[in-house]
């Protein structure tokens, strides 16, 4: 049986995903780059035939046409830790993880389950002090992230408070992309509001 990959994310509409990053790039850009984002990650992780891929997005009553061989979950009610939880405890070996660090892939998601041989939880530090993945095996917290202080430089620290009598380990630092400067970066962009392009076909498969 194949490992889980839960993938969370917004469904692709013009001034819902990456408004923080909005505010510095505009919406349109904004939007371009959470669909580029989600479609490479997806494209890596369904080419790699390691993993079974499942799509969790938000909100729950949107409809959209899911990438070939993906699957998908209701990330439900709550803050992001009950939504989490919720899509988490649907398996026994499984890592989760956001779609807004550009660099992330499938190579990362194998070192997680490698981890997970040794280790009860894996996570993947991001570098404004939260995280960008959380993989877990069959041992875990009947409460898996307590009072975790989301969007802040304790999420990471909060959660790790939950795993204390839990044998952890960690995947490479990441950062993930919420400033003009973070988008600039990588993408090695002269201009930070430079465009991104996108082909019509991936705008369309979220349609």
Known sequence: MKD??????????????????????????ALRFHIATLRALLRGLLASRRFDVVLAMT?????FRLPAGVRRVLQ?????GARMAQALRRFRRVALLGCD??????????????LLGSADAVFGP????GYWLIALGPRRP???????????????????LQFAHHRVAFIRRLADVDTA???ARSLGLAHPAQP????????????
């Open 4 to 29: 889980t990959v839960i993938v969370f994310a917004r469904v692709p509409r013009l001034g819902t995903v990456k408004r923080r990053l909005a505010r510095d790039i505009g919406d349109r850009a």
């Open 59 to 63: 909100p729950d009553r949107a409809r």
């Open 76 to 80: 439900g009610r709550g803050d992001l």
């Open 101 to 114: 660090i550009p660099e992330a892939g499938a190579a990362d998601i194998r070192a997680a389950f490698r």
């Open 126 to 129: 991001a570098e404004d002090g």
């Open 142 to 160: 009947s409460d898996l992230f307590g009072a975790s202080r989301w969007s802040t430089e304790h999420a990471l620290a909060d959660t790790l």
């Open 181 to 183: 400067a973070g988008y």
């Open 196 to 207: 991104l392009r996108v082909a019509q076909r991936d705008v369309a498969a979220f349609d």
